[in-house]
């Protein structure tokens, strides 16, 4: 939760690749120290650190991965980092298997954080955190040395010339979307010079706005409900039956069918509609558990089949779990999307906080925790209508843009109500006539 909330407004501030970069290598030293303390409260300072470093991590790469690349290809990047995350997650079963002492597990998984020095100089800033913080030239320096590696050709004073067509649209194809992002940018800039006491904002502001606030409530609960099921339905794979091991492993290969599943799905329809029917399928899933009996009438197990619905379950809240994550950083304007994402992972973690019961709860009342997160689920689902769509839009850098999506979707609702109603009308008026 400290880490949510303090690494994300501090990515705000000074930069997106600061924080994630201190964060990684932060996490490598306070891991590899964990694996040889042997007093448990300074364990569990150091475990303290490590949930807070991680929210460093994953929190500030996901906006980095949304404001480095162009609308059309970010859905590409958010699912690439969940694919890794999937592949890692299906790793430590298998490392746990092998090792069976936490110690030298401990050690391992930190040491794979050397793997992201590297980064330091391959890892660009974020252009628009650049942009909006009026650092033009570092912005510009980035912009030119993609479209160098890419054989692009940029017009001289990129950034600084006003806004105009930069080109046909053969050439815009041509260039992998180059000049729309950079007409975007200097668009925002734009605005923010006609509205200079908007050009930056704090949650505050977000608090204030109704429709933002509605926004940051309906995130926040969509994702104390992702996390609470995700992570119960992962902390709980040793109350299944069978071979524990093999059962986590399972849990976490279920991951990488939902994440490539999402890719193309939300290529083509888009944040809303996939996500709700994630959530959906989860519900349900999770609700059938509990209807299938453990045995039939002549004792035939149906124990397989009841797995075979958690990892239904999995599936569906990992799919939901990846689309939250690009979700969030799509709505909310430049200068408060990490403190934004900050807020929702807040209450992540409290559904974290919670899940960590899930086991000590199938063991007192083991039929509460599948119904329980299937209404979860699916209220989670329903709340989803209530967001704008977010597909293939240019990331918001004022609340004015927000605005303006909710006032197109009651523009369009209009025009599709009086193209519905105009027929009717058209029939009634030939009617009197005749």
Known sequence: MVGAMGFTALSDYVGRKPVFLFSQWAMIVVGVATAFINNFYVFAVFRFFTGMLQQGIILTGFVMACELFAAKYRTFAGIIIELFWATAWCLMPLMAYLLRNWRYFQLSISLFGL?????????????????????????????????????????????????????????????????????????????????????????????????LRMYAIIMSCLWMAVTLVYYGLSLSTAQLAGERYLNAFLSAFIEIPAYLSSFFILSRWGRRRPLIVYYI??????????????????????????????????????????????????????????????????????????????????????????????????????????????????????????????????????????????????????????
Not at 184 to 192: A, D, T, Y
Not at 323 to 344: D, H, K, N
Request: with cysteine; glycine share 6%; hydrophobic share 40%.
């Open 115 to 211: 793997l992201t020095i590297p980064l330091f100089w391959l890892l660009p800033e974020s252009v628009i955190w650049l942009y909006a913080n009026n650092r033009i030239k570092e912005a510009e320096q980035i912009i030119r040395n993609a479209a160098r590696m890419n054989g692009i050709t940029l017009p001289d004073n990129l950034l600084t010339s006003p806004t105009k067509s930069e080109g046909s649209q053969e050439e815009e194809v041509k260039n992998g979307g180059f000049l729309a992002k950079i007409k975007s940018i200097k668009l925002c800039k734009r605005q923010k010079e006609e509205e200079p006491e908007t050009a930056r904002y704090t949650l505050l502001d977000v608090m204030r706005h109704r429709l």
């Open 281 to 434: 399928i989860t519900g349900v899933a999770l609700l059938l558990t509990k209807v299938i009996p453990e045995k039939t009438a002549d004792g035939t197990s149906l124990t397989p089949l009841i797995v075979t619905f958690n990892m239904i379950g999995k599936f569906g809240i990992t799919g939901a779990f990846g689309i939250v994550f690009l979700y969030a950083p799509e709505i909310f304007p430049t200068t408060v999307r990490s403190q934004a994402l900050g807020v929702a992972s807040l209450f992540g973690r409290l559904g974290n906080v919670l899940a960590t019961y899930t086991a000590y709860v199938y063991e007192k009342v083991p039929w509460l925790p599948g119904p329980l997160f299937g209404i979860l689920s699916v209220a989670a689902g329903l709340l989803v209508i209530l967001l704008p769509e977010t597909h293939n839009r240019p990331l918001p850098q004022t609340i004015q843009e927000v605005e303006q999506w909710s006032s197109k979707k009651k523009l369009d609702a209009e025009q599709r109500d009086e193209q519905e109603l105009q027929p009717a009308e058209n029939e009634k008026s030939e009617n009197k006539l005749a």
